[in-house]
Nanobody, 125 residues
Framework: QVQLVESGGGLVQAGGSLRLSCAASGRTFSSYAMAWFRQAPGKERDIVAAINWSGSSIYYADSVKGRFTISRDNAKNTVYLQMNSLKPEDTAVYYC??????????????????WGQGTQVTVSS
């Protein structure tokens, strides 16, 4: 069983930055595919970014390309989402997700085995 705990959310002005962290349990973290999803009020949970086990394959949603960076530190069992140039449209609950026993990127929420509880990101105008 994998447990994921997100942190780093908060309130920030447009144009500002936040870094989200997701700490994962599990002895085989290095084999997990990881992702960040987000869900705004009244909207579906959508992919933000995903990363494979080695970091060699990365996916970004079009809406965040050039602004967000996903990375992982397997030694610390942690995945990060650096969010720069934040916009009010980025306001959402951000969720960390893990897919075990895979070495490829997954971009569909139903393909992930484990989820964190989410962290709120609010971007003011």
């Amino acid at each position: 069983q994998v447990q994921l705990v997100e942190s780093g959310g908060g309130l920030v002005q447009a144009g500002g930055s936040l870094r989200l962290s997701c700490a994962a349990s599990g002895r085989t973290f290095s084999s997990y595919a990881m992702a960040w999803f987000r869900q705004a009020p009244g909207k579906e949970r959508d992919i933000v970014a995903a990363i494979n086990w080695s970091g060699s394959s990365i996916y970004y949603a079009d809406s965040v390309k050039g602004r967000f960076t996903i990375s992982r530190d397997n030694a610390k069992n942690t995945v990060y989402l650096q969010m720069n140039s934040l916009k009010p449209e980025d306001t959402a609950v951000y969720y960390c997700a893990a897919r075990t026993l895979t070495r490829v990127v997954h971009t569909i929420s139903s393909e992930y085995n484990y989820w964190g509880q989410g962290t709120q990101v609010t971007v003011s105008s």
